[in-house]
């Protein structure tokens, strides 16, 4: 496995990861319409993201499709925070990929490069599938929230945080 930054030219592969996994991994916590209409808008790459420097692929050592993605921001998708305190953003296993130690690892490179730029905690707003595997890399749950993502899409997630 190869960690690497992501690119602008990421963009499709991610998009075919987010499409590969979302709908796999979260149907076990989240009713069948509300996936219909909520993966419209989770399950495409941010462009942004891709280029901000901190948003990491894990790939095959002789290349392919990335397995897993994530990375972090110090600017908040939601709202404001502290500027000590950074965000966790668009985690993402293949479901063929998962319990392998991929998003573990783009956690910690996550960790270790939020602390360099200064930050003392990072937020996840984690999906109700995700929050074991928050707990184990060290977050804890702050409290329950729905995402308004559209008129018609209320997405029930948990904010966790984790002291760095």
Same mark, same amino acid.
């Given at each position: 496995?190869?960690?690497?930054?992501?690119?602008?030219?990421?963009? +499709?592969?991610?998009?075919?990861?987010?499409?590969?996994?979302?709908?796999?991994?979260?149907?076990?916590?989240?009713?069948?319409? #509300?996936?219909?209409?909520?993966?419209?808008?989770?399950?495409?790459?941010?462009?942004?993201? #891709?280029?901000?420097?901190?948003?990491? #692929?894990?790939?095959?050592?002789?290349?392919?499709?990335?397995?897993?993605?994530?990375?972090?921001?110090?600017?908040?998708?939601?709202?404001? +925070?502290?500027?000590?305190?950074?965000?966790?953003?668009? &985690?993402? =296993?293949?479901?063929?990929?998962?319990?392998?130690? #991929?998003?573990?690892?783009?956690m910690r490179r996550s960790f270790?490069?939020?602390?360099?730029?200064?930050?003392?905690?990072?937020?996840?707003?984690? =999906?109700?599938?995700?929050?074991?595997?928050?707990?184990?890399?060290?977050?804890?749950? +702050?409290? +329950?929230?729905?995402?308004?993502?559209?008129?018609? &899409?209320?997405?029930?997630?948990?904010?966790?945080?984790?002291?760095?």
């Amino acid at each position: 496995m190869r960690l690497r930054r992501s690119v602008a030219t990421d963009l +499709e592969p991610l998009n075919r990861l987010l499409m590969d996994s979302h709908p796999a991994l979260l149907a076990a916590d989240y009713a069948p319409d #509300l996936l219909d209409r909520a993966l419209p808008l989770i399950a495409r790459a941010n462009p942004g993201l #891709l280029v901000s420097g901190s948003y990491y #692929l894990a790939e095959p050592e002789d290349g392919g499709a990335p397995l897993a993605a994530g990375g972090w921001t110090v600017e908040s998708p939601h709202q404001a +925070e502290p500027t000590s305190t950074g965000h966790i953003r668009h &985690v993402v =296993t293949h479901p063929q990929a998962t319990r392998q130690g #991929l998003a573990a690892a783009i956690m910690r490179r996550s960790f270790e490069e939020a602390r360099a730029a200064g930050l003392t905690q990072l937020v996840a707003l984690s =999906t109700l599938t995700a929050v074991r595997f928050y707990a184990a890399m060290g977050f804890a749950v +702050e409290r +329950e929230e729905v995402i308004a993502m559209a008129p018609d &899409v209320s997405f029930p997630a948990v904010r966790m945080i984790r002291t760095l």
